[in-house]
C-alpha cells in the first residue's frame, strides 16, 4: 500500500513542494528513507517510531521504504517528521482517512509525540499559497508567525495525536488572522539622540545617512561617542511597512532568531556582530547555508564597532552585498542568495591609541602602526560607503550643558518626510531611497547647474576620488536637497556632500 503526504521545503527563502511517498510491504523490519534525505532527516526514523508508540498507535512491524520527492534536492531539516509519521500510520491503515493530501504538513516530533517549533514557517506559507495550496497544520509554537498570511486555513497543533484526531474529523480552532502594525522604535537599550551632548556636525550627518538610505562610518578617539551615537540609529529610522516586515521576518525565521511571542519582525533590525565574526557568520552559510549578519539586518542597519578589529577578509566580503543588496552563497551542492539591502553604520579610531589628530591628547603610535592599522579598510571599501563622519571628543561645558538636546522622535519626523518624498519620486522604479539609485538613475534624479559640476570636478580631481565615490556625492546631494524640501540639487547641497566625503583622504592617504 502506497500514502503521499506534502509539505514543502526551502531553496534560499523561496519554497518547492515535497511529496512525502510512504510504502509498507512484508519483509525484514526497518525504515529506509531516499531522495537526498541529511542527516537530520536519516535520525527522523527513530524520533518518528518513538511519537508513534507514546502516542498509542502501533508501530508496523513491516518493512517501510520513505521517498521524498522530488529526490534530487537536498534536504536536511526535521520539519518532515510530521509528515512522515501520518504517511505511516496511512499507509498502514491506523489512520483511515484521506484527508491529509488536503494539506501542507510542517513539525518537528518530540519522542512523547509532541510538535516542537521550527523554522522558516513564513516563508514555507508564503511559498505554499503561491503555488495553490491553502491548508496548513503546523506546531501551536508557529501559530503566531502563520497568523500574518490572510486568506488561509491553519490548525497549529500540539501533538501527534491531535493532527489524527483533525484528519479523522475532528473539530479545532483554526488560526485567527493578524493584522500587522508598525512598531515603533524608540532607542536600543534605551539611546535617544535628546541624549547626546554636542555633536551637531555627527548628529546632522547621520540623519542625512538614515534620510536616504546612505552608509556612514564614524572615525573619532575612544569615549567621543560613537557607539552611542549609532545605537541612537535606529530610533529615527522609518517604521516598517508590511511588505518589508515580511521580508525580514523571511530571513529572521530561517535562522531561527524569530520571536515566538510576536511572529513578525515589527522594527528595522539593529544587528551589532562582535569584531570576532566569521566570514560565514557576516554573509552567511555553514553547514545548513544559513542567512549572517548582513542579510538580518536587511531592510535596517547593520553596526560594525571597532571596524578594523575585523578580520580583513570578512570586510572585504561586505563589498558585494553593499552594492549588489543581496549575498549569494555558493557551496557544492548548492547555490542560494539572500536579500541583504541593510545600511552599513561603522566606527573606527583614527590610530591604535586612539588620539592621533585629537585637540587634547598625544598619539604614541608609530606612523607603521597608523598605516597598518588604517590598511585594515581597503580603498575599495571605503568608496562604497557614502558618508565619513570626524567625530571629536566633546568637551567639559557641552557634556555638563544643561541645553535641551533635539529628540529622535522629532528628528524622525524629518526622516520621514525625506523618505515620502523619495517614495513618491521612485514609485515606478522598484526602490525606496537614493542610495539604491543605479547610474541611469543618477542621470534623471541628480542633475545639477554648471557652479555645481565645476566644483564636483574640482573636488573628482583634488581628492582623487573614483567615479563610484563620485556617484554617492550625487545620491548624498540629492538626499540633503530632499531634506530641505527642493526640487533641485543647489551648490550648497553638493559643498555639504563633498565634506562627507573628506576623511577617506584625511585618514586614509
Excluded at 357 to 372: A, D, F, H, V, Y
Amino acid at each position: 500500500m502506497l500514502a503521499i503526504t506534502k509539505s514543502f521545503g526551502l531553496d534560499g527563502i523561496t519554497g518547492y513542494p515535497i511529496d512525502i511517498e510512504v510504502d509498507i510491504n512484508n519483509g525484514l523490519p526497518g525504515l529506509d528513507i531516499v531522495g537526498l534525505a541529511g542527516t537530520s532527516i536519516k535520525e527522523s526514523k527513530e524520533r518518528v517510531r518513538s511519537a508513534i508508540k507514546n502516542s498509542g498507535y502501533l508501530y508496523p512491524t513491516k518493512k517501510i521504504t520513505i521517498n521524498l520527492a522530488p529526490a534530487d534536492t537536498k534536504k536536511d531539516t526535521p520539519i518532515y517528521d510530521l509528515p512522515i509519521a501520518i504517511g505511516i500510520l496511512q499507509c498502514d491503515g491506523i489512520l483511515k482517512t484521506k484527508a491529509s493530501s488536503d494539506y501542507i504538513l510542517f513539525g518537528e516530533l518530540s519522542l512523547d509525540g509532541s510538535l516542537r517549533k521550527i523554522r522558516g514557517v513564513l516563508p514555507l506559507i508564503i511559498s505554499a499559497v503561491q503555488q495553490g495550496y491553502k491548508k496548513f497544520i503546523l506546531p501551536y509554537e508557529n501559530a503566531k508567525e502563520a497568523s500574518f498570511v490572510e486568506g488561509i486555513e491553519v490548525y497549529a497543533l500540539h501533538n501527534l495525536k491531535d493532527v489524527c484526531a483533525l484528519l479523522s474529523g475532528a473539530e479545532f480552532e483554526k488560526v485567527s488572522f493578524t493584522e500587522f502594525e508598525s512598531k515603533t522604535v524608540k532607542a536600543v537599550s534605551g539611546f535617544d539622540f535628546k541624549d547626546v551632548k554636542g555633536q551637531v556636525v555627527a548628529k546632522r550627518a547621520l540623519e542625512i545617512a538614515v534620510s536616504g538610505g546612505h552608509n556612514a562610518i564614524m572615525v573619532g578617539p575612544p569615549g567621543s561617542g560613537k557607539t552611542m551615537l549609532a545605537k541612537c540609529v535606529p530610533s529615527i529610522m522609518p517604521d516598517m511597512t508590511f511588505e518589508e516586515a515580511i521580508e525580514v521576518t523571511k530571513l529572521h525565521s530561517i535562522a531561527g532568531v524569530l520571536d515566538s511571542e510576536e511572529g513578525i519582525v515589527k522594527a528595522r533590525p539593529f544587528r551589532s556582530p562582535h569584531h570576532t565574526a566569521t566570514v560565514p557568520a557576516l554573509v552567511g552559510g555553514g553547514t545548513f547555508s544559513k542567512p549572517g549578519e548582513v542579510s538580518l539586518a536587511h531592510n535596517g542597519v547593520l553596526f560594525l564597532d571597532e571596524t578594523p578589529e575585523y578580520q580583513r577578509k570578512a570586510l572585504e566580503t561586505l563589498r558585494q552585498p553593499l552594492e549588489d543588496k543581496v549575498v549569494t552563497i555558493a557551496r557544492a551542492q548548492r547555490t542560494i542568495t539572500y536579500p541583504a539591502n541593510f545600511m552599513l553604520i561603522a566606527s573606527m579610531n583614527p590610530c591604535p591609541c586612539g588620539n592621533y589628530g585629537s585637540k587634547t591628547k598625544e598619539c604614541t603610535c608609530t606612523p607603521q602602526q597608523i598605516r597598518n592599522y588604517r590598511a585594515k579598510l581597503s580603498g575599495p571599501l571605503m568608496d562604497r560607503i557614502d558618508i565619513h563622519i570626524d567625530v571629536d571628543s566633546v568637551s567639559y561645558e557641552e557634556f555638563r550643558s544643561d541645553i535641551l538636546e533635539e529628540s529622535s522622535s522629532v528628528i524622525k519626523e524629518r526622516v520621514n518626510k525625506a523618505r515620502k518624498i523619495q517614495l513618491e519620486r521612485f514609485k515606478n522604479e522598484g526602490i525606496y531611497t537614493n542610495a539604491d539609485m543605479t547610474n541611469p538613475m543618477i542621470k534623471k534624479y541628480c542633475k545639477i547647474d554648471a557652479e555645481s559640476e565645476k566644483m564636483l570636478e574640482m573636488a573628482f580631481k583634488r581628492l582623487n576620488l573614483s567615479a563610484r565615490a563620485t556617484n554617492r556625492i550625487l545620491k548624498v546631494a540629492r538626499t540633503i536637497a530632499d531634506m530641505e524640501g527642493q526640487k533641485d540639487i543647489a551648490k550648497k547641497h553638493i559643498a555639504e556632500a563633498i565634506q562627507y566625503r573628506s576623511l577617506d583622504r584625511k585618514y586614509f592617504e
